[in-house]
Structure formats: C-alpha cells, structure tokens
C-alpha cells in the first residue's frame, strides 16, 4: 500500500506540473478574472470539469476530469450493488465478497483523488495560465513596432505619391 501510495503521488505531482508553456497561456489563459474566480469555486466544490469549462479550458484537461470522475464513480456503483446483491450490508454473518469492496474502495479513491487534483489543476494551473497570458500580450504589444507604406491623395481624391510610416510602441 505505502508503494502504491508512492506511486500515486508522483503521477500526481508530475501532471499538476504548475509550468505553462507560451502556445498553452495563449491558448487556454484568455480568461477574466470572474472567469478565474468563478471556475475555480465551481471546479472545487462540483467538480468533474465544469469549473474548467468556466474557464475556457475543457479541451486542454477538463474533459480528464469529467472522465476520472465518472469512471470512479461507475466503479463506486458497480461495487456497492455488488454488495447489496450479496446481502452483505444487511446481515452481520455473512462475509462480504473483498472483490466487490475493493471496487467500492478503489471507486471512491479516483474520485477523491481526481477530485484533488481538479482543484489545484482548476486554481494553480489556471492562475498561472492566466498571468503568463497578459504577460505575454503585454510584451507584444510594448515591444513592437509597425512600418507600412501609405498612399498619398491630392484635393481631387487622387492618389499623387506614397508615404512611408515608422511607428514604435514602448
């Protein structure tokens, strides 16, 4: 138990990898703080991507939470009417199959572990999604400059010459 436990923790700590990349916060860190806010309280206490979704980020790993979840969920079901079949929660006497409490027991697991994971995912990665974004459209548009040729016109609306233009943004 205490290797699975291991196991687990670094296949946690390696995707909730808070880092984003520059393509990612373009891509997925367009949201407003409301967005942010709000995703992150909806994503905490229901779960199961919607507070990703509010963020405009199912497709990047909204929908692994929607899956997660269900698939624990599904196995928590399976395993729990496996014991009422088996009248096990009703008789004291009678000893329960360990196959269907170990599906009742790993259900419940992946469903509090995604659920873990959705939350710091929703509210970490989100936040750094979100910075690394207005970094980035804020360098774009102080450090660029533009250079365009431009059409000239007379008192006649006709065009008599080009213009050059030269503009920088600080």
């Not at 808070?18 to 373009?26: C, N, Q």
């Not at 050059?164 to 600080?170: D, E, I, P, Q, V």
Request: charge should be neutral; proline fraction near 1%.
């Amino acid at each position: 138990m205490k290797n699975l436990m291991i196991v687990l923790f670094i296949t946690f700590s390696g995707v909730v990898y808070s880092g984003v990349s520059d393509a990612a916060a373009l891509k997925y860190g367009k949201m407003t703080q409301g967005q942010y806010v709000t995703g992150g309280i909806v994503g905490s206490s229901v779960g199961f991507g919607i507070g990703h979704a509010i963020q405009g980020r199912y497709g990047d790993r909204g929908w692994i939470f929607t899956l997660g979840k269900s698939v624990g969920l599904g196995l928590s079901i399976a395993g729990v009417a496996g014991l009422s079949d088996s009248n096990c929660l009703n008789n004291d006497d009678i000893e329960c199959e360990s196959d269907d409490l170990t599906l009742t027991g790993v259900g419940y697991a992946m469903m509090i572990g995604v659920h873990i994971w959705e939350v710091v995912d929703v509210w970490i990665r989100g936040k750094n999604l979100r910075q690394r974004n207005l970094e980035l459209s804020k360098s774009s548009v102080r450090n660029s400059f533009n250079f365009a040729f431009v059409p000239t016109m007379n008192s006649n609306k006709k065009i008599d010459g080009l213009g050059a233009g030269l503009s920088f943004n600080f």
